[in-house]
């Protein structure tokens, strides 16, 4: 007797946990919808005069300045093709005095700290805004005497730089080819499998739920 009662605690407790699971994975179904719809809406808007007071994520700006070479960072990433090198993150002195830390692209290992990569004479540039950057625990400390990064880090990065920034970075706009470095092709395709977790989650717990039922019946 107490033996049954201790195996059908533990077959409920499963079940609800399933079912919990699922219900998680709708719930970010959701959330996964809304931020397709969020950078969707801010791709195909047309682009504004960047400014401190009208920007949110996934905004497309165009921007006024000219950059300082001297003080970028170089933040070690993976392009498209999975190869190491690092994304080259260069402050940009807005007209206004203000500053923003603009990504202009991916470049190979051994193009770190080149001059060659520096070439980019324009004063106006066009980009998309990013806010939120999550920081992942598993990744290495910054080097910042080495000036390798593995997470944006604001604080550390004004600490690098000298300068201040709001908690912006602008990646430039990725449509330009042949650029070096390579801009990062900004889209709203983002994986989206939440609702098959949903019903596999789902589905577990019906399956033991069947099972508990039947075995409950032939005893």
Do not use: C
């Amino acid at each position: 007797m107490k033996n049954s009662f201790i195996f059908n605690i533990f077959v409920f407790f499963f079940i609800t946990l399933f079912i919990s699971l699922g219900t998680w994975q709708i719930v970010r179904l959701d959330w996964k919808k809304n931020l397709i719809r969020e950078i969707e809406d801010g791709l195909n808007a047309k682009p504004i005069l960047y400014s401190y007071g009208t920007i949110k994520d996934y905004q497309r700006v165009i921007l006024e300045g000219n950059f300082e070479y001297s003080k970028q960072i170089y933040l070690y990433s993976l392009n498209e093709k999975s190869e190491p090198g690092f994304d080259v993150l260069t402050p940009f002195i807005l007209k206004d005095g203000n500053n923003i830390l603009i990504n202009r692209g991916w470049i190979k290992k051994d193009l770190k700290n080149k001059d060659s990569i520096n070439n980019f004479k324009d004063t106006q540039v066009m980009g998309v805004v990013r806010e939120k950057f999550r920081k992942n625990i598993f990744k290495p400390k910054n080097e910042l005497n080495n000036n390798i990064w593995f997470t944006i880090n604001f604080d550390e990065i004004e600490k690098y730089t000298g300068k201040k920034f709001n908690k912006f970075v602008v990646f430039l706009d990725g449509k330009d080819t042949g650029l070096v470095p390579s801009p990062r092709n900004i889209t709203s395709d983002l994986p989206n499998n939440h609702l098959k977790y949903a019903l596999t989650w789902y589905a577990i717990a019906i399956s033991i739920l069947l099972y508990f039922l039947y075995f409950k019946k032939k005893s």
